[in-house]
């Protein structure tokens, strides 16, 4: 089998799971892993609040259970959306397995978080100070592109529950992006 090109094809990514699912080669699987692993890891880095470490822990995790299931992998969806829903449950277990870290107060308003801050904020830190639940639908469908129906199944909530957590989402990402003092947006 020729190897795979940097950006693959769903169809050419399909033939190289078929391939590796035959043959277990680890050429193949490497091939996978490159083609996949840099979204995979952008995911997952987001999902943990650019926690490096632990990211790296969990993409790992990640394909360890991906290679024991995926001759179990229907085609329903992509490659890359059957290992975002398994580096999301790895991240779930990871957070329940690790207390002790520094997690998101639950709060009603951002506000609370980002007042200390004088300086403005970036982007992937205002996505980092986001709690869990807002952080994971954003990322899902603002930065996967997954439609709300995808979201509500990966998981298990209502669609609605889905749009409002991302309209709240949005809602303290444009208060932490906010130039310190202001009270509406300024786009600069």
């Given at each position: 089998?020729k190897p ?6 769903p169809s050419?990514i399909?033939?190289?799971?078929q391939?590796f699912l035959?043959t277990r ?6 091939s ?8 995979l890891?952008?995911f997952?880095?987001?999902m943990t ?8 822990d969990i993409?790992?995790?990640?394909w360890?259970?991906?290679v024991e299931?995926?001759?179990e ?5 992509t490659?890359?959306?059957?290992l ?5 449950n790895?991240c779930?277990e990871?957070?329940r397995r ?5 997690l ?7 506000s609370?978080i980002v007042?200390?801050?004088h ?10 100070l986001l ?5 994971t ?11 709300h ?6 998981l298990?909530i209502?669609?609605?529950s889905?749009?409002?957590?991302l309209?709240?989402?949005r ?10 003092g202001?009270t509406e947006?300024?786009?600069e």
């Amino acid at each position: 089998m020729k190897p795979v090109p940097e950006r693959a094809e769903p169809s050419e990514i399909r033939a190289l799971v078929q391939e590796f699912l035959r043959t277990r080669s680890e050429d193949l699987f490497r091939s996978l892993y490159r083609d996949c692993t840099p979204r995979l890891y952008q995911f997952v880095w987001r999902m943990t609040g650019r926690r490096t470490e632990d990211a790296n822990d969990i993409v790992q995790e990640t394909w360890v259970r991906a290679v024991e299931r995926m001759h179990e992998f229907r085609w329903n969806s992509t490659l890359n959306t059957w290992l975002m829903g398994i580096a999301l449950n790895c991240c779930r277990e990871f957070n329940r397995r690790r207390p002790e870290r520094d997690l998101q107060p639950a709060v009603e308003s951002i506000s609370a978080i980002v007042r200390p801050i004088h300086e403005k904020v970036d982007l992937e830190t205002a996505i980092g100070l986001l709690p869990d639940g807002y952080r994971t639908v954003l990322i899902l469908h603002d930065i996967e592109g997954l439609q709300h129906a995808e979201i509500a199944e990966l998981l298990d909530i209502e669609i609605g529950s889905s749009k409002s957590q991302l309209s709240r989402a949005r809602a303290s990402i444009r208060t932490m992006l906010r130039p310190h003092g202001t009270t509406e947006y300024i786009d600069e």
